[in-house]
């Protein structure tokens, strides 16, 4: 009863029960009458229920269509006010709001959604539906592998600091819950023997979940070392560039078709100023 769909560079997934569909994000208003087409193909049942991965509008919005069919949508509360506060003509506020867990139940299938902080956003949440027993988790950690570039180093929102905390709290999650494998929020490319890009499929292993943690530890540490020694943090992004320590501890173990030193270059100097501050 679980499916994925996916609108360009996103991805979600749905539940059908028969009593009804459970869907997570509406990602925009291109994407959700296809989402809405796709879901109509393999069921006549409505949508009872949306589930919000973050309050992101590039995830959230899109789903007064839903909405019009009745569907209730669900969130973590920290979503609601951010919705509220930045109101958006597309986006719709969340019916259901909660703070730690929540689960959205229908008939034998389940979507639980737990919260552990800020993260991505302030309202992240990781989702596990039943009885599939697969993962979606948005934006943190992407399926095949975490090790790779952060996507937009410069998006003020993101809470590096708690992302190390977040991620062992999800895989401690998924050890518990007997989780292995994950569906993630955007499609991740891949390149064949010939160069050939493709993409991915859409359910990968937890393992990106660890390497995505390990990717912060490592970051976090080789910034902090080079601190103690007396760099200024405006001058961390070019020792550590030009060192041989930090290409043999973080960048070699990059998967690199998306590396962009520039980019690298800003994330370090926000890290710094993570460890600058007491974070």
Known sequence: GLYAFRYGPYRNIFIVTEEGVI???PLDVKAVGPLREAIAKVTDQPVKYVAYSHSHWDHASGGQLLKDEGAEFVAQRECLRNMAETRHPDVVLPDIVFDDEYSIELGEHSLDMYYYGPSHDDCMVVMIAKPAN???IVDISSAPTGWEMEYNPTMAEGYLYNMVPYLKAVEALAEREGVDTIVSGHLALGF???GKMFGQP???PIDAVREKREFWEILFKLVADEMATGTKPADVPDKLLAS???KTEFTDRLDRRNWKESEMWILLR???TY???GR
């Open 202 to 204: 859409s359910t990968g």
């Open 275 to 277: 460890i600058q501050t």
């Open 270 to 272: 926000r890290v710094a």
């Open 192 to 194: 064949d023997e010939n």
């Open 244 to 246: 041989e320590q930090f």
């Open 134 to 136: 697969i993962m979606l």
């Open 23 to 25: 869907a997570t994000d």
